[in-house]
């Protein structure tokens, strides 16, 4: 059941700008239920195109009319084959196991108008992982991307209350010893072709949706997201962005994560197109869709940079000398800027003097910048489609120097923060307020304080410490597991995020990284490790890197080299570099290369202390992916498993 709560006394207090900015997009504040933005969107945007899959075959292309109906159509199919609907209790759960398509919106939001709950999972997730949420979740049916997916948990869905199965393909469903009743999409699209959509109960306090954490450090938990939850983030995001109909989005992330999903109801209820791409075709959709909007997460950006860099070192000699001029002047002009705007977060307060010479190197400093833009950064943006309104960049903290190329080239990145327990945004940063280096402020009706992490008491604004948040986008509590509930979320409302940041005068979070990927040195030093690799990660020659160097002398790192530039260092230095296996990299030049690369990035950047020196390193050859386990699905470094794949390396790297 859900967790009753007092509701936290809570205004929504909207600055001047904000409610400008609502006041031009479609108001959704009478709406009770998710499944009701998609009736308003038929009737207001009709036969603008909605979902656009350019790689299916053939070619997905469906208006908000055809959205609206298909969803009808597939909730009216799950109430014929009699899912239970119990008025003001806790909904039944439809389990939907599969990845980024058209069809899995379709089914998101007609198992949730058949009066169901979902609970959403990638159909590349493990077996076990699966059949734990599953079980864990109660779902009584299944819906998976293919007969494949079904393949992979049909041997033990016996000892589970699933009455029936869902592809959301086409093939037909193969026979089995289960009996267990399998309709294939369109079947099921037939099914419910000529079956009216009975009216269910839901209201903002409904149950919508089990979204599991990762469980990279246990079991995962099932977060309980309500209608109210998603409906805020559909309400609020428009204090940051106003899409209009028609603007063209690249959807990159997995559609079941919560940041790209409730993204996705936003940014489709102002009437926008959504366009399906994936790793290995977004360079290329990006130059031929030409897309206003897209939503990704940092190593997304990083993979974007590097590519422009790569092709910064293609050009001849003299042409890469001039792009340096340029860049290095360009980065003077904007941090300068940055201090006359207010907007630096190494100055937040300047001083009358800070600020004019500040405003007399900007002055001087523009005429460049404008050459500058002219040459060369007119041509990147074009490389991204030219027509990008916003980027809009979460799932982690975007690296300084990534933050800075893009403001140069006059992409604007705008970094909101959050968690899955919290739907997930509760911070953003603002058009009008683009504080590089941090979060952003908080949305409307959401409240943010730093507490020490030992003792919860709160502490003075601009020291650091445990960020908590409270309000209308809290989830209701884990699935049944009162116990870590209750360890999440206090008696007022408020949800330990497990992060530490401060903030600044003006209410902008910075986050500094999480309170338990801290490394404590053996001297009593904490590090984050974050900001330290963001720092590395300029380096053309580190492609990834992972910090070490709990309880020992000092830090030590996992790195992935970047090969190409390093082939190419190495023709420049007349170098025969043959990389077969690890050995290969321990050349005393190589490593006296990075030993240079990692001492001047960590120098250099904002806050240094000595015990920010990185010392053993090593080199790996096999990538942190999503194949191998090391990458969660949003692009983030599992750091256990990271650490427990390499720990006699790390262990002889202390030796």
């Not at 936003?266 to 360079?283: A, D, E, H």
């Not at 007119?378 to 916003?390: D, H, N, S, Y």
């Not at 003075?460 to 509590?477: K, N, Y």
């Amino acid at each position: 059941m859900l967790v009753n709560r007092p509701a936290p006394n809570m205004s929504y207090n909207f600055t001047e700008q904000e409610r400008f900015n609502l006041k031009q997009l479609i108001n959704y504040s009478s709406v009770q239920s998710l499944p009701e933005i998609w009736q308003l969107a038929h009737q207001r945007f009709g036969k603008t195109i909605a979902l656009r899959d350019p790689h299916a075959t053939p070619e997905t292309v469906i208006n908000y009319t055809q959205l609206y109906q298909q969803i009808q159509q597939f909730a009216a199919a799950l109430q014929a084959l009699e899912i239970e609907v119990k008025n003001g209790d806790i909904p039944p759960r439809i389990a939907l196991i599969s990845d980024n398509s058209p069809r899995w919106l379709i089914a998101d939001q007609g198992i949730i108008a058949a009066g169901a709950a979902n609970v959403v999972r990638s159909s590349q997730a493990e077996r076990q992982e699966l059949l734990f949420i599953l079980e864990n979740s109660g779902s009584i049916a299944l819906v998976v991307e293919n007969q494949q997916t079904l393949q992979k948990l049909l041997a033990d869905l016996d000892s589970l209350p699933i009455s029936f199965a869902v592809l959301l393909s086409d093939e037909i469903p193969e026979a089995d010893a289960s009996k267990l009743k399998v309709l294939n999409f369109s079947q099921l699209m037939t099914l419910g072709e000529n079956q009216p959509l009975q009216p269910v109960q839901q209201n903002r306090e409904t149950l919508a949706t089990l979204m599991y954490t990762s469980g990279t450090t246990g079991k995962p938990k099932g977060v309980m997201l309500t209608h109210g939850n998603l409906l805020h983030q559909v309400e609020m995001l428009g204090c940051i962005v106003q899409p209009k109909e028609g603007d063209r989005v690249l959807s990159i992330l997995p559609t079941w994560h919560v940041y790209e999903r409730t993204c996705e109801y936003f940014l489709l209820s102002q009437g926008c197109t959504q366009i399906y791409t994936n790793i290995r075709q977004v360079k290329k959709d990006i130059r031929e869709f030409k897309p206003n909007y897209m939503v990704g997460v940092p190593r997304l950006w990083e993979s974007i940079y590097e590519g422009v860099k790569k092709q910064f070192r293609e050009q001849p000699a003299n042409k890469q000398q001039l792009i340096d001029f340029f860049l290095s002047n360009s980065q003077r002009f904007i941090e300068a800027r940055r201090i006359v705007h207010g907007l630096s977060l190494n100055s937040l307060n300047p001083s009358l003097s800070e600020r004019l010479s500040a405003s007399v190197q900007a002055t001087a400093l523009a005429p460049i910048h404008a050459l500058g833009e002219k040459i060369v950064y007119r041509k990147v943006r074009e490389a991204t489609g030219g027509q990008l309104k916003q980027v809009i960049s979460g799932g982690g903290s975007l690296a300084m120097h990534l933050e800075n190329f893009f403001e140069i080239v006059g992409v604007e990145v705008l970094v909101g923060y959050g968690l899955t327990e919290t739907s997930p945004v509760t911070n953003a940063r603002r058009p009008w307020r683009n504080l590089r280096g941090s979060a952003g402020q908080p949305l409307p009706g959401t409240q943010v304080r730093i507490v020490d992490p030992e003792t919860r008491q709160p502490l003075p604004q601009g020291e650091r410490g445990l960020v908590m948040v409270r309000g209308p986008q809290i989830m209701q509590g884990y699935y049944q597991n009162p116990e870590a509930t209750a360890k999440a979320i206090d008696a007022e409302g408020w949800f330990d995020t497990g992060d530490l940041g401060w903030l600044t005068p003006e209410n902008d979070l910075v986050i500094t990284g999480r309170a338990k990927d801290t490394i404590v040195l053996t001297n009593g030093e904490n590090i984050e490790p974050q900001p330290i690799e963001d720092a590395c990660l300029r380096s053309p020659y580190i492609d990834q890197i992972m910090l070490v160097g709990q309880d020992q002398k000092s830090l030590g790192a996992l790195i992935v080299p970047n090969l190409e530039a390093l082939e190419q260092w190495a023709t420049s230095q007349n170098i025969e570099l043959k990389v077969d296996s690890p050995t290969d990299l321990n050349s005393k030049t190589i490593q006296n290369l990075f030993r240079q690369e990692l001492n001047r990035e960590v120098k250099n950047r904002p806050g240094y202390r000595p015990d920010d020196r990185i010392g053993p390193f090593e080199l790996v050859l096999e990538p942190f992916s999503m194949e191998n386990g090391m990458m969660t699905q949003t692009l983030k470094i599992k750091r256990p498993v990271v650490a427990e794949r390499y720990r006699d390396i790390i262990n002889k790297m202390f030796a």
